[in-house]
């Protein structure tokens, strides 16, 4: 099955700097890319995805970079705020037995902006 | 105001006493599913949904049960909890039956076993 390193478990940058946190994955045949925020005593939600036919996606301060050849992708925060302090998780899709597609996730990285 | 709703938020209790964690969506969503976060873990798997009366096994069944009889509702059953079941539990659903794409989750249950 897919299995998804994520790194680093724990960032500090300083606001208004930026911040990338980086995937791996193992299944060449995941398609889909999603990266989920989770705010202090809530549940993650989706902030940026991208599919394999793309090789970065842009929304506003966010953005997520493919390298599909090196099976690793990576999210980049510009003009970090203090409410971007949060535990980020990347995650990959892949089929299961049944041919379904599941999200495995990582393990997390916890972000603190420091004002 | 769509959303997953999960309930108890907070609940502790002892080895062996059955528990149920509901889980309820308005989106009308066919696909649904039941996650653990554990420390260093992340999220994994523990069963899923495809529509109603469709469940299979996630990556961490071992003592979970589930039901599906309702498209909007999707209990998680704990027959016997053991301590090692202690954790922060995650219910999610999405629109796409079978595809990844953007999953929903609700707010959380966190379970204390003792």
């Known amino acids: 099955g897919e299995n998804v390193e994520q790194h680093p478990s724990t960032l500090s940058v300083q606001e208004g700097d930026s911040a990338v946190i980086k995937c791996t994955y193992s299944?060449?045949?995941?398609?889909?890319f999603p990266w989920y925020k989770q705010e202090l005593g809530k549940g993650p939600q989706l902030i940026i995805d991208?599919?394999?036919?793309?090789g970065e996606k842009k929304d506003q301060r966010i953005a997520v970079t493919l390298n599909k050849t090196a099976k690793h992708f990576s999210l980049h925060i510009t003009e970090t705020q203090p409410e971007d302090s949060a535990v980020y998780f990347c995650a990959a899709s892949s089929a299961n037995n049944f041919g379904n597609e599941k999200l495995t996730f990582g393990t997390g990285t916890r972000l603190t902006i420091i004002p | 105001e769509a959303q997953v709703t999960q309930n108890p938020r907070y609940l502790i209790t002892v080895t062996g006493k059955k528990l149920t964690v509901t889980c309820s969506q308005n989106m009308n969503h066919e696909y649904m599913s039941w996650y653990r976060q554990d420390p260093g873990l992340g999220l994994r798997q523990i069963y899923y949904?495809?529509?109603?009366?469709?469940?299979d096994k996630g990556d961490v069944p071992e003592g979970y049960k589930v039901s599906r009889k309702e498209k909007r509702n999707f209990p998680l059953i704990l027959e016997s909890p053991s301590p090692n079941q202690t954790s922060l539990y995650f219910c999610?659903?999405?629109?796409?039956?079978?595809?990844?794409?953007?999953?929903?989750f609700g707010p959380g249950t966190r379970l204390t076993v003792t």
């Open positions: 991208i599919r394999s036919n793309v």
């Open positions: 949904s495809m529509n109603v009366e469709v469940t």
């Open positions: 299944d060449s045949a995941s398609n889909y």
């Open positions: 999610a659903s999405s629109s796409h039956r079978g595809r990844a794409y953007e999953q929903y």
